[in-house]
């Protein structure tokens, strides 16, 4: 019976085939060739490695490549069990997990960081008014001034100036107050300046409303401190309190509500 050696030079030379040739289209050493043609074992190498060109050369060489490595490993590892099957790399799925999970964390940061650093800051802190809950005999209405014409208004200060005893007629109106302001010395005038957008609502000692509406800013209203208008506004902080032209200070803090407040001459804040 033909050794291995044997079998792979005698299947080599009936192809016609060199060592170098096989050597260069297999990658495998002239020298491992040779040993293996001459049933020389090469204990530098693994075992493991052996057979592996082994089987190339089988295979090139179109030989049973199992029936060969079994007489191979029969004659140069008798008392060896070779386990030749190679394991399959092992798939490590939590370490593709724990990539995925880090960048979409570091995503989520990001995209947060962004938020708070550029959206967030841009968004202007404006104050609301509270309005307090009224009861329901308090009809919001408008001032009956704003409901004067111009027209009219001038008939108003035409007949203050004839006599000005008819100015407790109409007490809801600025422009008749600015215009008796000449001819009575000691009257009192206060006026509310809204200093940003507030609601604002006055109410006679009847309890009639004589205003109650959302002021815009820069708004003024001017009424005779003799008539004791009571003042209820949702920010006191946005309104400021002038008594005879000279600035008395705020009906209080910003976002403080304040109901039924009557003002003096005394005010001060």
């Not at 014409?149 to 005893?165: F, G, H, L, M, T």
């Not at 302001?181 to 000692?205: C, F, V």
């Amino acid at each position: 019976m033909d050794s291995v050696g044997q079998i792979l030079k005698k299947n080599r030379e009936l192809k016609k085939l060199t060592i170098s040739n096989i050597s260069k289209e297999l990658r495998i050493s002239e020298e491992i060739i040779i040993n293996f043609e001459n049933d020389y074992l090469q204990n530098d190498i693994n075992s493991v490695f052996l057979i592996g060109h082994l089987r190339s050369y089988c295979s090139f060489l179109e030989l049973d490549q199992k029936e060969i490595v079994k007489q191979y490993r029969n004659t140069q590892f008798p008392n060896e069990n070779l386990n030749l099957e190679i394991k399959k790399p092992i798939d490590e799925k939590n370490f593709l997990f724990a990539n995925k999970l880090i960048s979409l964390v570091l995503i989520i940061v990001i995209f947060l960081s962004f938020y708070f650093l550029f959206i967030e800051v841009d968004k202007s802190e404006r104050e609301y008014a509270l309005i307090p809950d009224l009861p329901e005999n308090y009809i919001s209405t408008v001032e009956k001034a704003n409901l004067i014409s111009s027209n009219e208004k001038n008939k108003i200060k035409k007949k203050v100036d004839e006599n000005p005893a008819k100015l407790d007629n109409y007490p809801n109106s600025s422009s008749a107050v600015a215009s008796i302001a000449k001819n009575e010395n000691h009257k009192s005038t206060i006026t509310l300046k809204i200093l940003d957008d507030a609601w604002l609502q006055l109410r006679d000692e009847n309890d009639n409303i004589i205003i109650s509406k959302l002021m815009n800013r820069n708004d003024e209203y001017s009424y005779d401190i003799n008539l004791n208008y009571s003042i209820t506004s949702g920010n006191a902080g946005h309104i400021m309190v002038i008594i005879d032209n000279k600035v008395r200070g705020k009906i209080g803090k910003k976002g403080q509500v304040v109901d039924a407040l009557v003002l003096n001459k005394d005010f001060s804040n």
